[in-house]
């Protein structure tokens, strides 16, 4: 098989790159190791910067996500009783959307025929090759075959765990990674949620987060040992943590029920450069992961896909190779304020294993300064919804 670009990975981010470019009449192939019902089943994000909703606008596949997601004008940091409202559309004049990475996933794979976007699942063992060459390729097995698809670009947008990243030399690599000391165990459950917007909680038995999927539909974290056994948290034992949490104005209007999903994840910050290597480019999870504080992960692979699909746009239509020679500088450029704000609200709302009474001085002390200061608030207000492109 033969294309321009071949795309590893059927997630958001390969599939948002792929329709980009198919509007464009590039030729496409998007190869994924999974089935699309695993794909589909996937629980993920759900905060979607303006970046994200403006992509799917601009793809005329939309229209869903607007009827059936809630924008939200502001989120909720706790400390105790006290809750500290940032309001994102007062400070920045702008909204973000809480539409499941689950429900984008499944809008894009349903376009995809229509728009001529060829999508291979469950293909194994994917490897990439002659990435330093004119002509790269992959290849994957399926159905008792080894298949290679010829391509001009490669694309890897296969996750931290995907064979794109693992196919830039060491040599010209660097990778930086910060682990944290804890995880988030999160429960799924058909309830509605017990605020209209996110709430972030400081307390001294650790994080905790009130989300929401929809306004029947409650997601819910709280911060645990990385050694934490999930066997060990029945649906009471977390309903009774996440009351104790979030703190009583929040208690008092949670409602409870049995889980649909319950999983612990652990915490880090990464970080590989560069993004391109020869006829190679990376976007999302393969190159950066940041801590879920902060929404971050989906709506940094929408603005890496928005600056590939620029590059790869202006090289097949105006044989411009600007774009691609500075496609990781610019990604990356934002790809380091976002992990910023992802890392300063971590050490801001959790407590760390390690951490000392100065530690915890310096915690109220911000939520403090947020709490008194326009500018603080304007500031986190302004990340959380997204640096501009």
């Not at 869903?64 to 994102?88: C, Q, S, T, V, W």
């Not at 393969?286 to 590059?311: C, F, M, R």
């Amino acid at each position: 098989m033969k294309t321009q670009v071949a795309i590893v990975g059927a997630g958001p981010a390969g599939l948002l790159l792929g329709h980009l470019l198919r509007a464009e009449g590039i030729d496409v192939v998007v190869v994924e190791r999974a089935s699309s019902d695993y794909v589909l089943g996937r629980i993920r994000a759900g905060v979607l910067e303006r970046t994200t909703t403006d992509l799917m606008d601009r793809l005329g596949l939309g229209a869903r996500m607007h009827a059936e997601g809630l924008p939200h004008e502001g989120f909720h940091l706790a400390d105790g009783e006290r809750l500290i409202r940032i309001d994102i559309a007062d400070l920045t004049g702008k909204q973000v959307m809480v539409y499941g990475q689950t429900e984008v996933t499944r809008d894009l794979m349903a376009a995809a025929p229509a728009r001529g976007l060829e999508i291979i699942y469950e293909a194994a063992d994917v490897a990439l090759h002659a990435i330093d060459s004119d002509a790269p390729y992959l290849t994957y097995g399926k159905d008792g075959a080894v298949h290679r698809i010829n391509a001009e670009f490669l694309c890897g947008c296969d996750g931290f765990h995907g064979p794109s990243r693992k196919a830039i030399p060491a040599s010209v690599a660097t990778a930086y990674e910060k682990v944290y000391p804890f995880g988030w165990l999160g429960i799924l459950a058909d309830v509605p949620p017990c605020n209209h917007e996110l709430i972030y909680a400081n307390h001294a038995r650790g994080f905790a987060l009130a989300s929401m999927r929809s306004e029947t539909r409650s997601r819910y974290y709280i911060q645990v040992p990385l050694d934490e056994k999930i066997e060990e948290w029945s649906d009471e034992r977390l309903w009774d943590e996440l009351a104790i949490r979030l703190g009583p104005e929040a208690a008092a209007h949670i409602t409870r029920g049995p889980a649909l999903e319950k999983s612990i994840a652990p915490l880090r910050s990464f970080v590989f450069e560069p993004m391109r290597h020869g006829r190679l480019m990376l976007a999302g999870d393969s190159a950066h992961i940041v801590p879920p504080t902060g929404a971050k992960g989906l709506n940094l692979a929408a603005s890496d896909v928005h600056y590939l699909s620029e590059a790869l746009i202006g090289y097949f239509k105006r044989q411009d190779r600007d774009g691609i020679a500075g496609y990781s500088d610019k990604a990356l450029a934002r790809v380091w304020k976002s992990e910023r704000f992802s890392w300063q609200l971590t050490r801001l709302m959790h407590r760390f294993p390690d951490g000392d009474a100065f530690d915890r001085r310096m915690q109220v002390a911000d939520l403090d300064y947020i709490a008194s200061s326009v500018a603080a608030r304007t500031a986190i207000a302004e990340n959380y919804v997204g640096l501009p492109l």
